[in-house]
């Protein structure tokens, strides 16, 4: 977990995209990039990164994801995803 000066600088520091649009702005961010598969609101997704901006959040999986299919109800998920680049740098430490 830590703080990025500026959200469009996120991927800097954990697995995404960097096309993203609610990174797009110079505000300050908490990230969280958590490990291993998590369920989350009835999906699932491997190695996702929480980022809040604001006060408002958003859980992204950069790596592979899944959960019911919305028409079927059936297990589904994206098996061969655009897996996002490693990132240059770790995020920066809580405390100087």
């Given amino acids: 977990m830590g703080l990025v000066s500026h959200a469009?600088?996120?991927?800097?520091?954990?697995?995404?995209?960097g096309t993203e649009p609610e990174l797009?702005?110079?505000a300050p961010a908490w990230v969280?990039?958590?490990?291993g598969r998590i369920d989350?609101?009835?999906?699932w997704a491997d190695n996702p990164v929480?980022?809040?901006i604001g006060g408002q959040h958003w859980t992204f999986a950069p790596e592979v994801y899944g959960g019911p299919d919305a028409e079927t109800g059936q297990q589904a998920f994206n098996p061969n995803p655009s897996?996002?680049?490693d990132p240059p740098f770790r995020l920066p430490p809580l405390a100087p």
Avoid: E, K, N
């Fill in 8 to 17: 469009h600088d996120v991927p800097r520091y954990a697995r995404m995209f």
């Fill in 24 to 26: 797009q702005t110079d």
């Fill in 32 to 35: 969280i990039q958590l490990a």
């Fill in 40 to 43: 989350y609101a009835g999906r």
């Fill in 50 to 52: 929480c980022v809040v």
């Fill in 83 to 85: 897996i996002a680049p």
